[in-house]
């Protein structure tokens, strides 16, 4: 069930960059305008730093701050080769990570602006396309 609704979702997004390229229009406000919030796909990186063994290692001790763990973290992430790296875009790789370590990618949560400022940018988004 979880897979079938991912492919939904990517399905769904597809088609607002299609409608937005199509219209010359950012993303994000047609999304804003159809009720979400900005909307952001995981990527390499943020697959990386939720599944590597190797970032586990390095936040499991706990005693370094936060800015020098993000350092360790790209420096080994760009140690890897660049086959490796794109090798965390490919889901049946994320899916082979995450059965191993039994964990899920986290839940990605991005801050949206006041709605009154989301009210005004999609009603200039919505003049915009009006008019053309």
């Given at each position: 069930?979880?897979?079938?609704a ?16 199509k ?7 047609l999304?804003?305008?159809?009720g ?79 709605t ?8 200039t ?8």
């Amino acid at each position: 069930m979880k897979t079938e609704a991912e492919e939904i979702y990517h399905e769904y997004q597809k088609k607002i960059m299609l409608v937005a390229f199509k219209h010359w229009r950012p993303a994000v406000a047609l999304s804003n305008y159809l009720g979400q919030g900005r909307t952001h796909e995981s990527n390499a990186w943020d697959n990386y730093r939720a599944l590597s063994s190797d970032v586990k290692n390095i936040l499991k001790g706990g005693q370094k701050e936060v800015g020098q763990q993000n350092k360790e973290i790209a420096k080994a992430w760009r140690c890897l080769d660049s086959k490796t790296q794109e090798g965390f875009k490919d889901k049946a790789y994320i899916n082979s990570l995450k059965d191993q370590s039994k964990t899920d990618l986290p839940l990605r949560v991005a801050q949206t602006c006041p709605t009154k400022t989301l009210m005004a940018n999609t009603k200039t988004w919505e003049d915009d396309v009006v008019t053309k």
